[in-house]
């Protein structure tokens, strides 16, 4: 009897030794594991896009291959720290409009009257300083190139000495068709060295179809035959999107007291 608990025992001890080699080897191989719903995960994730998809150019990081700073376009990179910073660090000013329905802000600087029918044009300023500063902060390299970009259809902003003016633009494009719709939830975040790697589920859905990427996605024909015909119907929850989604890495770099993107890639 005593032979046997000491049995017993041993075998406890082995499956014990066994588990904490397994949870050892996980945090040697993807590091520490973070609570997803921190401020410091969700602000990192909040640097990859907006889910209002108007707002530059939408989830760009989300490609069908690996998205980095080098790849990303000057334009999205710009939108992105413009989106980010915060509130107290713009300022609005209104400009008295002409007979044309436009204020010209300088030789080269536009812009169109509000509801491009109002006497004035009310504009947001901000100082390249401080778009730097949030610039440096997402990519952790400072800007390095000065230029226009959309944050939606029809608002632009342009440079112009030491700040950038952002209003209604003289012209827009719509595109009008099938809206897309995104759908995306963090999986996993972990701390392993000086970087942070969040992972996450992506989805793309288009008039009834369903996408592995936001950018250059191919059909995902299994998911899509697994939809509602009436988008009211859909439900997309955490089970479908691990099912049918997509799997994201993201990592992050630390510098200082702060984390910047480094590149997004498909598992």
């Given at each position: 009897?005593?032979?046997?608990?000491?049995?017993?025992?041993?075998t406890?001890?082995?499956?014990?030794?066994?588990?904490v080699?397994?949870?050892?080897?996980?945090?040697?191989?993807?590091?520490?594991?973070?609570d997803?719903?921190?401020?410091l995960?969700?602000?990192?994730?909040?640097?990859?896009?907006?889910?209002?998809?108007?707002?530059?150019?939408?989830?760009?990081?989300?490609?069908?291959?690996?998205?980095?700073?080098?790849?990303?376009?000057?334009?999205?990179?710009?939108?992105?720290?413009?989106?980010?910073?915060?509130?107290?660090?713009?300022?609005?000013?209104?400009?008295?409009?002409n007979?044309?329905?436009?204020?010209s802000?300088?030789?080269?600087?536009?812009?169109?009257?509000?509801n491009?029918?109002?006497?004035?044009?009310?504009?947001?300023?901000?100082?390249?300083?401080?778009?730097?500063?949030?610039?440096?902060?997402?990519?952790?390299?400072?800007?390095?190139?000065?230029?226009?970009?959309?944050?939606?259809?029809?608002?632009?902003?342009?440079?112009?000495?030491?700040?950038?003016y952002?209003?209604?633009?003289?012209?827009?494009?719509?595109?009008?068709?099938?809206?897309?719709?995104?759908?995306?939830?963090?999986?996993?975040?972990?701390?392993?060295?000086?970087?942070?790697?969040?992972?996450?589920?992506?989805?793309?859905?288009?008039?009834?179809?369903?996408?592995?990427?936001?950018?250059?996605?191919?059909?995902?024909n299994?998911?899509?035959?697994?939809?509602?015909?009436?988008?009211?119907?859909?439900?997309?929850?955490?089970?479908?999107?691990?099912?049918?989604?997509?799997?994201?890495?993201?990592?992050?770099?630390?510098?200082?007291?702060?984390?910047?993107?480094?590149?997004?890639?498909?598992?």
């Open positions: 009897m005593k032979k046997a608990k000491k049995k017993d025992l041993i406890i001890a082995i499956i014990i030794v066994i588990l080699i397994i949870l050892l080897a996980i945090i040697l191989f993807k590091g520490q594991k973070l997803a719903n921190s401020s995960v969700n602000n990192l994730y909040n640097y990859l896009g907006s889910n209002d998809l108007e707002i530059c150019n939408g989830l760009q990081v989300y490609s069908n291959e690996e998205v980095n700073y080098d790849s990303l376009d000057n334009e999205t990179k710009l939108c992105t720290a413009y989106r980010l910073l915060d509130e107290d660090d713009k300022s609005s000013n209104d400009y008295e409009g007979e044309e329905n436009t204020c802000i300088s030789d080269n600087i536009v812009f169109a009257t509000n491009y029918e109002d006497d004035v044009c009310t504009v947001e300023e901000v100082s390249k300083d401080e778009l730097n500063n949030t610039y440096k902060q997402v990519f952790g390299k400072d800007i390095s190139e000065d230029g226009e970009f959309l944050i939606n259809y029809n608002t632009v902003c342009y440079n112009s000495g030491d700040n950038y952002c209003g209604l633009a003289e012209t827009y494009t719509k595109t009008f068709g099938a809206e897309p719709h995104t759908y995306r939830t963090i999986k996993d975040a972990y701390k392993k060295g000086d970087e942070i790697i969040i992972y996450d589920y992506f989805l793309k859905i288009v008039n009834g179809e369903c996408y592995s990427s936001y950018v250059n996605g191919t059909t995902n299994n998911c899509t035959n697994e939809l509602p015909e009436n988008e009211d119907d859909y439900n997309i929850d955490y089970d479908f999107l691990k099912k049918y989604g997509t799997l994201y890495k993201h990592t992050f770099k630390q510098s200082g007291d702060t984390y910047y993107w480094v590149s997004s890639i498909p598992e």
